[in-house]
């Protein structure tokens, strides 16, 4: 499976944004899809999670209650709504999907498949 992110940019303090992530040669409805970002500097983390199988969830403490990951299936896209930004979220936001069960949602190393990143900036 072939994954295309998109949806960052530049946006203030408390703004929104969406991010995209379209899969092609595969049905994202049988692969657990993970949203990761990495700052500079920084090694990369996990910030949200779906499990295809029971459809369970992860969110990181910092994506909780800001961030939410969503599944279209009709487009074989999985989004990231990611609403009241903070400067500490600025990061390259890269998507994956793996072939796991839900039960391997927070393995990174589960995760074989890469999209290219796109990039968040939130100003102060």
């Known amino acids: 499976v072939q994954l295309q992110a998109c949806g960052g940019g530049l946006v203030q303090s408390g703004g929104s944004l969406r991010l995209a992530c379209a899969a092609s040669g595969g049905n994202l409805r049988i692969y657990t899809v993970g949203w990761f970002r990495q700052a500079p500097g920084k090694e990369r983390e996990l910030v949200t999670a779906s499990g295809y199988r029971s459809g369970r969830t992860y969110y990181s403490d910092s994506a909780k209650d800001r961030f939410t990951i969503s599944r279209d299936h009709a487009k074989n896209t999985v989004y990231l709504q990611m609403n009241n930004l903070k400067p500490e979220d600025s990061a390259v936001y890269y998507c994956?999907?793996?072939?796991?069960?839900?039960?391997?949602?927070?393995?990174?190393?589960?995760?074989?498949?890469w999209g290219q990143g796109t990039e968040v900036t939130v100003s102060s």
């Open positions: 994956a999907a793996s072939g796991y069960t839900d039960a391997y949602l927070r393995e990174s190393i589960k995760y074989a498949y």
